[in-house]
């Protein structure tokens, strides 16, 4: 028979166990985030989301600083919210119309062809939602950018 000590640290263990695994997975979402930006969004966000990439000088509108996306809509930022500019289904002006927005039109057409279709297209947009969450510069001393905790090997 257990002794209510030992139930405690075996209940103690199981949770560390499933925080642990929790916190993996995210930080998983965030790398893969990353990854999936760079590829889309940073020729204009720029490869800290600073909103100074190289297609930046040539747009109309200048592009925003991603990291400061929770000054306008608080933490965590809205997911879903920033999940509709993204593929299109809210209007962002330097993005394209709604019936044509710039990548919302590349994520389907890209995911279609590997034949993975919306859900796997909602769960990559998903995880750039998440690397913008985690790189949020409210709530940071001055000058400590989260971008700037990005490895060389994740560029």
């Given amino acids: 028979m257990l002794t209510s000590q030992m139930k405690k640290l075996a209940m103690s263990s ?25 590829r889309y969004c940073a020729s204009c966000h720029g490869q800290n ?3 100074l990439g190289p297609v930046a000088p040539a747009l109309k509108v ?16 809205p ?4 999940e509709q500019y993204i593929d299109g289904r809210e209007m962002v002006a330097v993005h394209g119309s709604r019936t044509m927005p710039v990548w919302g039109r590349r994520f ?12 796997e297209m ?7 939602v998440e690397y913008l969450d985690s790189i949020q510069l409210a709530g ?15 560029q």
């Avoid at 991603?66 to 809509?73: A, I, M």
């Avoid at 940071?140 to 090997?153: E, M, Y």
Wanted: aromatic content about 4%; glycine content about 8%.
């Fill in 122 to 128: 909602k769960d990559q947009i998903g995880r750039i």
């Fill in 14 to 38: 199981i949770l560390c166990l499933i925080l642990g695994t929790a916190a993996d997975a995210r930080a998983d979402n965030v790398t893969e985030g990353r990854a999936y930006y760079l």
């Fill in 140 to 154: 940071h001393p001055a000058g400590a950018s989260p971008a700037a905790n990005v490895t060389p090997s994740e």
């Fill in 79 to 82: 997911a879903k919210r920033l």
């Fill in 108 to 119: 389907e057409e890209a995911w279609t062809a590997k034949r993975t279709g919306e859900p």
């Fill in 62 to 77: 200048h592009p925003p600083d991603l990291r400061r996306l929770s000054e306008r809509y608080g933490t965590p930022l």
């Fill in 49 to 51: 989301a600073d909103g």
